[in-house]
């Protein structure tokens, strides 16, 4: 091979390398984890319609730049429940959880929480952090006093 071709070869390399970074860059930049959420007065609101698919959404609100994660579930009954992202155990390592099944499941210690448990009645330990909401007119609100309340997990 000649000189010319080799380096040719290897700038292409580096080209192509360099955009697939870039690409996978973006890609795991849009696939962020939370949605970030604003207040409109004093709580934020939700449409039921954008979580009544089964899945868990998670929700970021930010507070003099602080980050509060959440997450919204529907529950095999039918109801809706939202915690923290977070629990009382696990916070300082910031994992929070995932849905898996009728469960969300802790990242950190892999413990299971049935979603139509999460609530006022179950807390402490590894549960979810219990997040008060009020579901009326189509729309799951949540005052901003309660999401800042989760503030010391953060």
Do not use: Q, W
Not at 1 to 8: Q, Y
Not at 76 to 103: I, L, N, P, Q
Not at 110 to 128: L, Y
């Amino acid at each position: 091979m000649n000189m010319n071709h080799t380096k040719r070869i290897i700038g292409a390399t580096i080209v192509i390398g360099m955009v697939l970074a870039g690409a996978v860059g973006v890609f795991a930049f849009s696939l962020g984890k939370y949605e970030k959420i604003k207040a409109n007065g004093d709580a934020i609101s939700i449409p039921v319609a954008r979580v009544a698919d089964g899945k868990a959404h998670f929700y970021r609100f930010e507070d003099g730049g602080k980050a509060i994660d959440f997450f919204v579930a529907k529950a095999s009954d039918g109801s809706y429940r939202t915690a923290f992202d977070t629990c009382d155990v696990c916070y300082k390592e910031k994992k929070g959880y995932e849905k898996d099944g009728d469960a969300m499941v802790c990242k950190n210690c892999n413990k299971r929480f049935a979603i139509n448990r999460i609530g006022p009645h179950e807390v402490g330990g590894c549960n979810p952090s219990y997040l008060p909401h009020r579901l009326s007119g189509g729309s799951i609100s949540v005052t901003v006093a309660d999401l800042k309340a989760g503030l010391r997990f953060f």
